[in-house]
């Protein structure tokens, strides 16, 4: 497709089960990011992707929240034993390459709503 | 760490006339990019415009343009001849120039209505 795309576009779960959110990014995009954005914590960064590493995992808020990459392209981000804290909308983006002038480019998110 | 400062929680415009919504944001980084996204209803985070902090010059784009206050870590963005389809949540992103993560730093937004 022409931009990203992310899928659920929404997602209600009970509380305790896992969830795995998909993000495929724009074709020959290296770069690619999630994004929560929650009411009371605004958009926050949580992991990115340089081809299928991600460097810096330090945004996740938990062990809970995983994310992989795989041939550098689909992105799963998953979280296990949901709490009704993870309720957000998730955002992922992606870039051409991994530069600050870069612009990224969002998909219209998941809406992830705990039970 | 770099924070990112909208102190207008929502503003408001007539169409067809200009609004400013204001952004600072706290940095030691001398280099950095500097973003303005737009958030409609349907969530898509879309980027307005950007500026690059080594040029003074404020970037524009169309009826979009910005004042870069670089000594004040200042950027505004001002919206002329608003129109309806403007009418979004605006977001002011910092995101670094050297190092390696070039995640985005978002502000809370400004909610900006639209009156016709």
């Known amino acids: 497709g022409a931009g990203v795309s992310q899928s659920p576009s929404n997602k209600v779960t009970e509380k305790g089960k896992d969830v795995e959110l998909r993000c495929d990014p724009i074709s020959g995009h290296t770069a690619l990011y999630w994004y929560r954005q929650s009411l009371g914590q605004g958009l926050e960064f949580l992991i990115y992707f340089q081809g299928n590493s991600a460097p810096d995992k330090s945004g996740l808020p938990s062990d809970r929240f995983s994310a992989e990459r795989t041939g550098g392209s689909v992105s799963t981000l998953t979280i296990q034993r949901t709490q009704q804290e993870d309720s957000a909308v998730y955002l992922c983006?992606?870039?051409?390459?991994?530069?600050?002038?870069?612009?990224?480019?969002f998909g219209d998110g998941t809406r992830l709503s705990i039970l | 760490a770099q924070t990112v400062t909208q102190s207008q929680p929502e503003m408001s415009v007539q169409e067809a006339e200009t609004v400013t919504l204001s952004c600072t944001y706290d940095t030691s980084e001398s280099d950095y990019y500097l973003f303005w996204y737009k958030q409609p209803p349907s969530r898509q985070m879309i980027l307005v415009i950007r500026?690059?902090?080594?040029?003074?010059q404020n970037a524009t784009e169309n009826r979009f343009s910005v004042n870069f206050q670089k000594a004040a870590k200042s950027f505004s963005l001002k919206i002329s001849d608003s129109q309806l389809g403007d009418a979004a949540m605006y977001f002011c992103?910092?995101?670094?120039?050297?190092?390696?993560?070039?995640?985005?730093?978002f502000g809370k937004g400004t909610l900006l209505t639209v009156n016709p």
């Open positions: 500026q690059e902090a080594y040029k003074q």
């Open positions: 983006a992606s870039s051409p390459i991994h530069r600050g002038n870069q612009p990224q480019h």
């Open positions: 992103a910092y995101t670094q120039r050297g190092g390696s993560n070039y995640k985005l730093t």
